[in-house]
Antibody, heavy 120, light 107 residues
């Protein structure tokens, strides 16, 4: 059974940093692109970052580029999101998600999510 | 970025009723569209991809259709467990973008 379990969320002040982790199991982690997708309270979904199978390629939307860094450790089947210079608008539930094996950017498994609150 | 506009924002349906949710892309996306279901307090689940392909394990009462800029999700026979938020997502152009969601309630 595919499982994705996020951790590391919490309350953080604006301008500070936080690192999220996602532990994957039930599939060959190194074969899949992985991503982070967030959802602000009572809002829609926003793609945040994607990383290639080896970790050599990463992709971000303009809203987080330069502040967030996605990484992975295939030996540990783990995904990470380093978030720096956090802003109030980064407040959201962050989901770790597996990208399907197709070329397309669809996400076929999601973690339960971890809440990040940016507030003074 | 491609904008995805969903309608309606919310609707309620009776048990067994057929429901349709629309998604309009700001430009053609060549059937590169997915639908997700998100139940209250849960993470999203992939229902349909490539506009009309049913994800494994999804009940056959769910179906997707459309072309160009207009796409729809149909639920043929509303069930209590279908009460949820539904989101469309385009994958045609980077960055992938989502619709704002449709809240479906059981009447």
């Amino acid at each position: 059974e595919v499982q994705l379990v996020e951790s590391g969320g919490g309350l953080v002040q604006p301008g500070r940093s936080l690192k999220l982790s996602c532990a994957a199991s039930g599939f060959t982690f190194s074969n899949y692109y992985m991503a982070w997708v967030r959802q602000a309270p009572k809002k829609g979904l926003e793609w945040v970052a994607t990383i290639s199978t080896s970790g050599s390629r990463t992709y971000y939307p303009d809203s987080v580029k330069g502040r967030f860094t996605i990484s992975r450790d295939n030996a540990k089947s783990s995904l990470y999101l380093q978030m720096n210079s956090l802003k109030s608008e980064d407040t959201a539930t962050y989901y770790c998600a597996r990208k399907i094996l197709w070329v397309s950017y669809y996400f076929d498994y999601w973690g339960q999510g971890v809440m990040v609150t940016v507030s003074s | 970025d491609i904008q995805m506009t969903q309608s309606p924002a919310s609707l309620s349906a009776s048990l067994g009723e057929t429901v349709s949710i629309e998604c309009l892309a700001s430009e053609g996306i060549s059937n590169d569209l997915a639908w997700y279901q998100q139940k209250s307090g849960k993470s999203p689940q992939l229902l349909i991809y490539a506009a009309s392909r049913l994800q494994d394990g999804v009940p056959s009462r769910f179906s997707g259709s459309g072309s160009g800029t207009r796409y729809s999700l149909k639920i043929s026979g509303m069930q209590p467990e279908d009460e949820a938020d539904y989101f469309c997502q385009q994958s045609y152009k980077y960055p992938p973008t989502f619709g704002a969601g449709t809240k479906l309630e059981l009447k």
